[in-house]
């Protein structure tokens, strides 16, 4: 996801409050999520909100956040990583950035997904920039500097005692990545298009094989965004599958203001789990708890079928916990709030005014965070 807006491709398978409003009733309370292997978030921007002022509080008590989230049921912590970032605003997600930031989600006995996004600057399907320092390199040599850096960053993350227990090689890859090498342009699926894109895939996955020793036990997830889409996402893994990518897990963004009903995710997990047989993680997913800037970029209104309140967003993460537990085969995996530490803060650009965050303006936890579950 990228914090000022997705562009989605259509491809092959064609103002801070301080408090949170009183919301209106719903039929039901939401209940937590099924025991899942992941749940949590993705809290990449979490050090650099504490640094700019951001306070997180649980019943009134200052507390570190992701002992917060800990404390309410996560398991699992995503952590992106840019190349060379450029330090604004969220972009901070450099190497010595993020090993500080692993390093806190292992000392809190948690699962970490390294994400990376194989550039200085948010990959998503419309963008995908090659790491300008990596510019000016022909294929043969791109992929063997991805492979060279992939191994070296989980080589580091190991050292400082944070192997990751999931490795995402790209993010939200509809288009491919490294753009224009491993870019995938939607305009006749050629061969050299596939035959890049995978390459570069498979020297990824090379890089995390080569940093491990026997005993180490590291999954390799590939993400795709169109969570609501079966067509479009069995386009993309059929494709992967027949130019023989191994991968172990699959990964899906899940907006419903993007991405449709929950009824055509569930309609994606279950056609997405019977053909490939393999875990899948809605691994970015959130929904407004208050107005506050997504609703310029609606695409699926029909979608939004909760109310926009405190209450709304917990049933709705209670609905998808137990959409994705129920997929076929226990193959739903998991369930990762994407930015839930968005809180405003002075200085820094912040996603939707913190719209879709778990914690309200003022750092105070939700009612979505207890349905993470125990």
Same mark, same amino acid.
């Given at each position: ?26 039929? $039901? ?24 002022? @951001? ?31 450029? !330090? ?20 809190? @006995? ?6 990376? =996004? ?5 990959? !998503?399907?419309? =963008? ?30 190991? =050292? ?26 939607? +305009? ?28 180490? $036990?590291?999954?390799?997830?590939? =993400? ?6 079966? @067509? ?28 449709? +009903? ?34 310029? $970029?609606? +695409? ?16 709705? *993460? ?13 193959? @739903?995996?998991?369930? *990762? ?38």
């Amino acid at each position: 996801m990228k914090p000022r807006g997705l562009l989605l491709l259509a491809l092959g398978a064609a103002a801070a409050c301080g408090k949170p409003e009183t919301p209106p009733l719903l039929p $039901s309370s939401p209940t937590p999520i099924p025991a899942l292997p992941y749940v949590g978030a993705d809290i990449s921007a979490l050090k650099r909100v504490e640094d700019a002022g @951001g306070v997180f509080r649980d019943s009134g008590r200052v507390r570190d956040a992701i002992a917060i989230l800990r404390a309410h049921g996560a398991n699992t912590f995503r952590l992106r990583i840019f190349v060379n970032p450029n !330090d604004s605003d969220v972009q901070v997600n450099s190497l010595s950035y993020t090993l500080a930031l692993a390093a806190r989600v292992k000392a809190a @006995g948690a699962r970490l997904i390294l994400d990376f =996004h194989y550039s200085d600057t948010w990959a !998503d399907p419309g =963008h995908q920039t090659t790491p300008a320092a990596w510019s000016a390199l022909g294929y043969d040599s791109l992929a063997a500097q991805v492979e060279r850096y992939t191994a070296s960053v989980v080589a580091q993350l190991k =050292h400082e005692v944070a192997l990751p227990d999931v490795v995402q090689v790209g993010n939200e890859v509809d288009a491919g990545m490294l753009w224009p090498l491993g870019q995938l342009t939607g +305009t006749g699926d050629t061969l050299t298009q596939w035959t890049q894109f995978t390459g570069l895939l498979k020297a990824a996955i090379r890089g995390v094989r080569d940093s491990l020793a026997p005993g180490d $036990s590291v999954r390799v997830m590939l =993400h795709y965004s169109q969570g609501g889409n079966l @067509g479009a996402t069995q386009w993309f893994f059929d494709h992967v599958n027949a130019y023989g990518v191994l991968y172990d897990m699959i990964g899906l963004s899940y907006y419903p203001f993007w991405h449709g +009903t929950i009824d055509s995710l569930r309609r994606n997990l279950s056609g997405t789990a019977s053909r490939y047989a393999k875990p899948i993680v809605v691994v970015e997913t959130s929904y407004p708890w208050r107005a506050g800037g997504w609703e310029g $970029s609606v +695409t699926h209104a029909d979608a939004m079928t909760w109310p926009v309140s405190t209450t709304g967003q917990a049933q709705f *993460l209670s609905d998808l916990g137990q959409v994705v537990a129920a997929t076929p085969g226990g193959e @739903g995996a998991g369930v *990762l709030w994407w930015y839930p530490e968005a809180i405003p803060v002075s200085g820094l650009f912040i996603f939707d005014g913190g719209s879709l965050a778990l914690f309200d303006s003022m750092g105070n936890t939700l009612p979505s965070i207890p349905v993470l579950g125990r």
